[in-house]
């Protein structure tokens, strides 16, 4: 099979563990050069072969001209490489004509086939892909908090539309907690937070002037002070889950974006004249698929189950999931409370260059990947940021 199960790609890699990208001029060079020597001996077998030429042989010279084109002459350094090349270019361009005027009308159309199939595969392959990114994250978490639930999340299979749509529900329903929490001043955040008592009492909250809190033990009415106190941390409490449900939501709303995008990409490949070619390579070239994906049973009438069932070959069982909101500790609620509030600053200051952007630091703490653990060089990563623009912006711990 010549589609790679890891990166979603034919024939090469992208972005991809499997195959690491070269980062050295002298790596683009060795690159080349085995690209060279394999579609040589690719020449030197088909020159050998006893059979006469078919299709296949015609698609893998069309497979090899594709490998040349990725790995192209530019990268090499002297003139004896670059001669080196050109000569296989020539040499593989000649073979194919020839194989072309051998086959006649079998192979008539094979090379328009040959690249919309295999770029019609990686786009079946994205969709598969991002339909299980989103039905397989395990969100039942959501449906554990104890002051906005999310109902939805607690069934599995459950769409992802569907439980984006009560988390913006909730998010509206939570809305005046934000003003609330501002209303207490940046000072009292990290104790809001991290359900400490308040730093200081903001005037609102107690009789008389702005005090600290050590200075007013002991004075003024102590049933004030009690009630303001049991009112910042039930706030805390409100607060937070509210930070756990804007935290979710991108992480959801990103897989079920994934999904809208790969389908609008696979309407746009096979629309317009791409729909007779999809059709007629479903129905009468069936091999243009099977030398991408190898031999699988009626592919032409399973060509999408087949596809969704490679892309859950290299996941297992294991699913991401969202951490739980009790296992977020009191530097993460600290991180995240302030990334927030810094985003707010910035959209109220017209947007700043120099911004927090909340989905990196959601993903790091909020995220699971389908071990079981959260990126914790990731998650350190946006502690230090977040914090470093904090004392930058806000001036103070």
Known sequence: MRLCLTCGYVDEHRDCPVVSAPRTPEEKVQRVQRALVEIDRTLFAIKMSKDPPDRTTLMTLLAAEGQLQRFPSKDLTDFGQKRAYNLVETALRDRRREVEDALGESGSGLSESFAFARRAIELAFRIAGARLDATELDASQLSRLALYPVGVARN??????????????????????????????????????????????????????????????????????????????????????????????????????????????????????????????RKSETDVLAFFLGPIADLAARFDDAIAELARKPRGTARHALRPFEALDAEDWDVMGRAYFLIYDAIEGGGSSDAVVWEPVVRAIVELDPAGHVDEIARRKVHGDVRSRWLKNRGHQ
């Open 156 to 281: 599995r299979g459950v769409g992802i539309a569907t439980i984006c749509s009560e988390i913006e529900a909730k998010l509206d329903e939570t809305r005046d907690l934000d003003a609330r929490v501002r209303d207490w001043g940046s000072r009292n955040l990290p104790a809001l937070l991290t359900s400490k008592e308040p730093v200081e009492l903001p005037e609102k909250h107690q009789s008389g002037g702005f005090r600290m809190l050590g200075a007013i033990v002991g004075r003024g009415p102590a049933s004030r002070r009690a009630a303001a106190v049991t009112q910042f941390k039930l706030l805390g409490d409100q607060f937070r889950e509210r930070l756990y449900l804007l935290a979710a939501n991108p992480i959801l709303l990103r897989r079920a974006s994934n999904v809208s995008q790969a389908e609008e990409a696979w309407r746009k490949h096979t629309s317009g004249a791409g729909a007779a070619l999809w059709e007629r390579i």
